[in-house]
């Protein structure tokens, strides 16, 4: 029987060890939570608003930020009729979800942005090189929005540098 290292044990056993990239050899594990709560006003503005017309910023990450997709995730209540939307930055609006269906009588849900990619398909690693935000941009025609429901986003990362 053999028994094969990985590269992190590999540079580890080294002397002096390696300690290669920072960020998945002891980095600080970093944690945002972003809160939307509708509100009256915005079931008025907001319904009946056309796909990729609502967008909801709702984490800030610092330039070098790595999220971790396994840990970040969204929960949601019943936010109201055909409310689809995206979880992506100012890049790519659907970088982390896609198609997430929070309304049209459901009773809420909740999904990691790992999900979000399907079974079995890598997502690949992004360091953002400048201050971005996390969004969540609407891909249907809204029908109706329901006043005091919550959408979460806990989001997870590491910081380059």
Request: net charge negative; hydrophobic share 40%.
């Amino acid at each position: 029987m053999s028994t094969l290292l990985s590269t992190q044990l590999t540079n580890d056993a080294a002397s002096p060890p390696v300690r290669g990239d920072f960020n998945k050899n002891g980095s600080a594990l970093r944690y945002k939570l972003g809160t939307w709560t509708i509100t009256a006003a915005q079931v008025t503005s907001e319904e009946a608003l056309t796909a990729g017309n609502m967008t909801v910023q709702m984490v800030k990450v610092p330039k070098g930020t790595i999220i971790n997709p396994v840990l970040s995730y969204l929960e949601w209540e019943d936010l109201g009729t055909t409310v689809t939307f995206d979880v992506g930055d100012g890049d790519n609006q659907d970088r982390y979800c896609s198609g997430i269906v929070g309304g049209t009588a459901s009773t809420g849900g909740v999904t990691t942005f790992e999900e979000a990619g399907g079974a079995g398909v890598f997502i690949a690693e992004r360091v953002y090189t400048a201050e971005d935000t996390i969004d969540l941009v609407n891909t249907a025609t809204i029908d109706t929005l329901v006043a005091d429901q919550v959408l979460k986003m806990h989001v997870f990362y590491t910081v380059n540098g």
